[in-house]
T-cell receptor, first 111, second 114 residues
Framework: DQQVKQNSPSLSVQEGRISILNCDYT??????FLWYKKYPAEGPTFLIS?????DKNEDGRFTVFLNKSAKHLSLHIVPSQPGDSAVYFC??????????FGKGTLLTVNP | NAGVMQNPRHLVRRRGQEARLRCSPM?????VYWYRQLPEEGLKFMVY????????ESGMPKERFSAEFPKEGPSILRIQQVVRGDSAAYFC????????????FGSGTQLSVL
C-alpha cells in the first residue's frame, strides 16, 4: 500500500517556464512533508520542506504547497533551469521520524 | 566538512555470500538511517540507529539483515546469504538531531547479486 504517491513518472518543461510536481498521500498522521532531488549516481539532496500546519513554504525559486483536505502537495519551480533536471522525490514524515518516499518524478528542463 | 561517506560504491556478491555496507555519517551527526531503493521504486526505510542503539528497525527484513552503529567507527548494514532480490541501491543518511526532517544522504552502495 503506497502511502505517498507521485503519479507522474516524468515531466518535461522548457527553460524559464514553471515546473509543477505533484504528490498525494493517504496517511493523515504525517506531520512534515519534504522534497528531495536526486541526480544519477548520487544520493538524494534535501530541497524544501513544509509542516502540516502550514499551506505554503517558499525558498527562492522553489515553493511547496500543501492542501491537507485533499492530502495533496505540490512543488513549483519558477523559473525552471536545465540544472534542475533530476528525479524529485516527495517524502512524508511519520512515526519515529521515519520518512516514506514516493517513487519519484523525472524532471527534464529543455534549454 | 565531508558529507556522508558510503563504501563500497558498488558491491557484487554471489548468492549465499555476505554483504557488508559501510556508512560514515557527517561529523557531529549521531543519527543514522538506512534506506533501500529497488529499481523503479522510491526509497524504503529500513532502520534508524543512534550510537550503539537501534531505535527503529521496523523496515528491516526479519532474517538475514542486521545493522549496527558502534561507539567508534562507521555504521554497518550486513546482509547474510544474499539472494537476487537483495539487489538494490542502499542509501545511508545522517542527521544531527532526531527530527528526521532534513537528512543528509550518502551516494549509496549499489549491490548486485549474481
Amino acid at each position: 500500500d503506497q502511502q505517498v504517491k507521485q503519479n507522474s513518472p516524468s515531466l518535461s518543461v522548457q527553460e524559464g517556464r514553471i515546473s509543477i510536481l505533484n504528490c498525494d498521500y493517504t496517511n493523515s498522521m504525517f506531520d512534515y512533508f519534504l522534497w528531495y532531488k536526486k541526480y544519477p549516481a548520487e544520493g538524494p539532496t534535501f530541497l524544501i520542506s513544509i509542516s502540516s500546519i502550514k499551506d505554503k513554504n517558499e525558498d527562492g525559486r522553489f515553493t511547496v504547497f500543501l492542501n491537507k483536505s485533499a492530502k495533496h502537495l505540490s512543488l513549483h519551480i519558477v523559473p525552471s533551469q536545465p540544472g534542475d533536471s533530476a528525479v524529485y522525490f516527495c517524502a512524508a514524515r511519520g512515526s519515529n521520524y521515519k520518512l516514506t518516499f514516493g517513487k519519484g518524478t523525472l524532471l527534464t528542463v529543455n534549454p | 566538512n565531508a558529507g556522508v561517506m558510503q563504501n563500497p560504491r558498488h558491491l557484487v556478491r554471489r548468492r549465499g555470500q555476505e554483504a557488508r555496507l559501510r556508512c560514515s555519517p557527517m561529523k557531529g551527526h549521531s543519527h543514522v538511517y538506512w534506506y533501500r531503493q529497488l529499481p523503479e521504486e522510491g526509497l524504503k526505510f529500513m532502520v534508524y540507529l543512534q550510537k550503539e542503539n537501534i531505535i527503529d528497525e521496523s523496515g528491516m527484513p526479519k532474517e538475514r539483515f542486521s545493522a549496527e552503529f558502534p561507539k567508534e567507527g562507521p555504521s554497518i548494514l550486513r546482509i547474510q546469504q544474499v539472494v537476487r532480490g537483495d539487489s538494490a541501491a542502499y542509501f545511508c543518511a545522517s542527521s544531527p538531531v532526531a527530527t528526521g526532517v532534513e537528512l543528509f544522504f550518502g551516494s549509496g552502495t549499489q549491490l548486485s547479486v549474481l
